[in-house]
């Protein structure tokens, strides 16, 4: 029902910076909630930062400060800007969507590497 493209990920040193954009398939006013979780290889997909369709977020403590979400509308976008990052921030980032419905249902972008060297 929903199809999530990540892109914006690449390879950066330690305090740069790099912006992810995550399009959708349909109007982000449909969508309840939408955000960006993060996985690195052998560990548990964690969130990073959550936008619903009022305005309001919620972010993870260890990127709290360094990392915006944001939305436009009308090109159906999520953004994740993203400051001074650590090479902790390594991962995969994986854009994520969850419609109203019963039950609620949710989507997944396929993901976008993003890699911190020291």
């Known amino acids: 029902q929903v199809q999530l493209v990540e892109s914006g990920g690449g390879l950066v040193q330690a305090g740069g910076s790099l912006r992810l954009s995550c399009a959708a398939s349909?109007?982000?006013?449909?969508?309840?909630?939408m955000g960006w979780y993060r996985q690195a290889p052998g560990k548990q997909r964690e969130l990073v930062a959550v936008?619903?369709?009022?305005?309001?977020?919620n972010y993870a403590d260890s990127v709290q400060g360094r990392l915006t979400i944001s939305r436009d509308n009308a090109k159906n976008t999520v953004y994740l800007q993203m400051n001074s990052l650590k090479p902790e921030d390594t991962a995969v980032y994986y854009c994520?969507?969850?419609?109203?419905?019963?039950?609620?249902?949710?989507?997944w972008g396929q993901g976008t590497q993003v890699t911190v060297s020291s």
């Open positions: 349909r109007s982000i006013f449909s969508i309840n909630v």
């Open positions: 936008i619903n369709r009022g305005g309001s977020t």
């Open positions: 994520n969507a969850v419609v109203d419905g019963l039950p609620l249902k949710t989507y």
